[in-house]
């Protein structure tokens, strides 16, 4: 018998609930528990619609406040110093400030720039592994590249 599964689910909720919790908590207007309580009850809800579908195999962690990069950028510490992160767990205001950045109480930090990062010229990864394709000049200068893994 055949497995049903998906990828992922939207998080924002039916009705965009997350977007206006945020929002809210953006203005002041919505606690932090009550955007906190937002995001648990979406989560709890589609897990049930997920499995009221027939999905055999749901996916978990993948709901997000934000944005996944910015999730991944806080799980691995890649905090730029100007938002005062001491370490640790990265709290949800330095989140959002690096989401969107910080012009209040005195303090204007910019956000994190939204980088392409496969198409600058400039980004070197550590591990490149041999490219067979010779079919254009780009993918010539691949192939003849030793790879650094």
Not at 4 to 33: C, D, I, M, Q
Request: contains cysteine; proline residues 5%.
């Amino acid at each position: 018998m055949p497995t049903a599964h998906n990828l992922g689910f939207p998080h924002l909720g039916a009705a965009r609930e997350l977007k206006r919790a945020t929002e809210g908590y953006w203005g002041g207007k919505v606690s932090l528990p009550d955007l906190l309580k937002t995001g648990a009850e979406l989560r709890a809800r589609h897990w049930r619609l997920q499995q009221d579908a027939g999905i055999d195999v749901i996916p978990s962690n993948d709901f997000s406040y934000y944005d996944r990069m910015l999730d991944m950028c806080a799980l691995v510490g890649a905090v730029p110093k100007r938002y005062g992160w001491a370490g640790g767990p990265v709290d949800i205001d330095t989140y959002f400030a690096m989401a969107r950045g910080v012009q209040s109480g005195g303090r204007d930090i910019t956000a994190m720039e939204m980088t392409k990062w496969y198409s600058s010229r400039d980004r070197r990864f550590g591990c490149r592994p041999r490219s067979r394709w010779t079919s254009s000049r780009k993918r010539r200068r691949w192939a003849s590249t030793p790879s650094r893994c």
